[in-house]
């Protein structure tokens, strides 16, 4: 196998205007650091309401190396999937806008992918440092236990950092139609089918929001468990 030397980067976006342009300049500088040129910041800016848009297009003119794509409509998954299968690069990794994860997660995925195919990064780790509030963690192992339990797998953060060889990544989110961040669930389900090597590394996970009230975490609990359940009697009457 060629070695992979260089990195794509995609960033989705949605209602960023504050923190959009501070958060790529340090993602760009880091890169550059790691990598020289050899690297690509994909921005996908979906259905923002605010200046998100204006911001990731002056971006893209101010930097041969950032790319700036628009979609219609508010979707994670549609924008981690558009991402994707837009990477140019040997190794391609989604990143979050708020920093909330430690991101040297990306240069020590870029010294392990030529060896493993997908690299992740997961917070439940006993060298991961995470701060967040009680109850998003809680959320955060309960899906992942609910992940396990329907699909028999044993990861230790399904929603977690993944770097894919770029390859890899077009083809398993080729098979994705989640919307929202379901499509992580996806991933890791169309992982375990293939029989796809991957490998955890520990992160650092910083959250900045404060904890939600009750009833979004019941829903969101709710909600995880009624899309699980479809997805699971899908993937066993198909």
Same mark, same amino acid.
């Given at each position: 196998?060629?070695?992979?030397?260089?990195?794509?980067?995609?960033?989705?976006?949605?209602?960023?205007?504050?923190? #959009?342009? /501070?958060?790529?300049? $340090? +993602?760009?500088?880091?890169?550059?650091?790691?990598?020289? @040129?050899?690297?690509?910041?994909? !921005?996908?800016?979906?259905?923002?309401?605010?200046?998100?848009?204006?911001?990731?297009?002056e971006l893209e003119t101010e930097?041969?190396?950032?790319?700036?794509?628009?979609?219609?409509?508010?979707?994670?998954?549609?924008?981690?999937?558009?991402?994707?299968?837009?990477?140019?690069?040997?190794?391609?990794?989604?990143?979050?806008?708020?920093?909330?994860?430690?991101?040297?997660?990306?240069?020590?995925?870029?010294? #392990?992918? /030529?060896?493993?195919? $997908? +690299?992740?990064?997961?917070?439940?780790?006993?060298?991961? @440092?995470?701060?967040?509030?009680? !109850?998003?963690?809680?959320?955060?192992?309960?899906?992942?236990?609910?992940?396990?339990?329907?699909?028999?797998?044993?990861?230790?953060?399904?929603?977690?950092?993944?770097?894919?060889?770029?390859?890899?990544?077009?083809?398993?989110?080729?098979?994705?139609?989640?919307?929202?961040?379901?499509?992580?669930?996806?991933?890791?389900y169309l992982l375990k089918k293939?029989?796809?090597?991957?490998?955890?590394?520990?992160?650092?996970?910083?959250?900045?929001?404060?904890?939600?009230?009750?009833?979004?975490?019941?829903?969101?609990?709710?909600?995880?468990?009624?899309?699980?359940?479809?997805?699971?009697?899908?993937?066993?009457?198909?």
């Open positions: 196998m060629p070695k992979m030397n260089s990195i794509s980067v995609v960033v989705p976006a949605y209602n960023e205007e504050k923190d #959009l342009r /501070n958060s790529i300049n $340090i +993602i760009y500088r880091y890169l550059k650091n790691l990598i020289g @040129e050899d690297f690509e910041i994909l !921005i996908v800016e979906n259905g923002s309401t605010d200046k998100t848009a204006i911001i990731a297009k930097f041969s190396n950032i790319k700036f794509f628009s979609l219609k409509t508010p979707s994670f998954g549609g924008a981690y999937r558009y991402g994707i299968l837009h990477a140019n690069n040997d190794m391609v990794t989604l990143y979050p806008v708020d920093l909330a994860f430690s991101l040297d997660f990306i240069g020590r995925a870029y010294r #392990l992918i /030529n060896k493993y195919p $997908i +690299i992740f990064g997961v917070r439940f780790h006993q060298k991961s @440092e995470v701060d967040r509030p009680f !109850i998003r963690t809680f959320i955060s192992k309960f899906h992942t236990l609910l992940v396990n339990a329907f699909f028999r797998t044993h990861y230790n953060d399904v929603d977690c950092l993944k770097a894919f060889q770029t390859d890899i990544g077009k083809e398993l989110v080729k098979y994705t139609k989640a919307n929202g961040p379901f499509i992580e669930v996806e991933l890791v293939r029989g796809l090597k991957y490998f955890e590394i520990p992160i650092n996970h910083v959250e900045k929001e404060f904890a939600r009230h009750p009833y979004y975490i019941i829903r969101s609990i709710l909600k995880n468990f009624v899309q699980l359940l479809s997805y699971r009697l899908k993937t066993i009457l198909s």
